[in-house]
């Protein structure tokens, strides 16, 4: 993050905002908005498209932070053998860095 940062202070107008989902028991879980269900469905390019993911905007290092943390809270967890927390998903975050 602090590359981004960095990098794109040589850039100027640069905006970042991030997407935070969860896979599931074979469920796209969007984890930014209230953990609503997700369609995934193929373009007419064949490119995998998320329907209805909701992005959050990051003006800093600290709000990239605060989006991750908060996403990796409401992740779904369940108690193992191994691991009172242990994560039961896989988590894709997504940084999107636009200029202009």
């Known amino acids: 993050m602090q590359d981004l940062f960095r990098l794109s202070a040589n850039k100027g107008a640069v905006a ?3 997407s ?14 209230n ?12 490119r995998i498209q998320i ?6 905007e990051a003006a800093s290092m600290e709000e990239m932070m ?4 908060y996403g990796h809270s409401v992740r ?9 927390t242990s994560s039961r998903s896989h988590a ?3 940084i999107f860095v636009r200029e202009g």
């Open 76 to 84: 779904t967890t369940h108690c193992t053998a191994a691991n009172d």
């Open 16 to 18: 970042f905002s991030m």
């Open 51 to 56: 329907q209805g993911l909701e992005e959050k």
């Open 20 to 33: 935070f989902y969860e896979i599931y028991g074979g469920k796209i879980i969007d984890l930014l908005n």
């Open 92 to 94: 894709v975050c997504q």
């Open 35 to 46: 953990k609503k269900k997700l369609q995934v469905m193929e373009d007419a390019n064949n």
């Open 66 to 69: 605060e989006i991750i943390n």
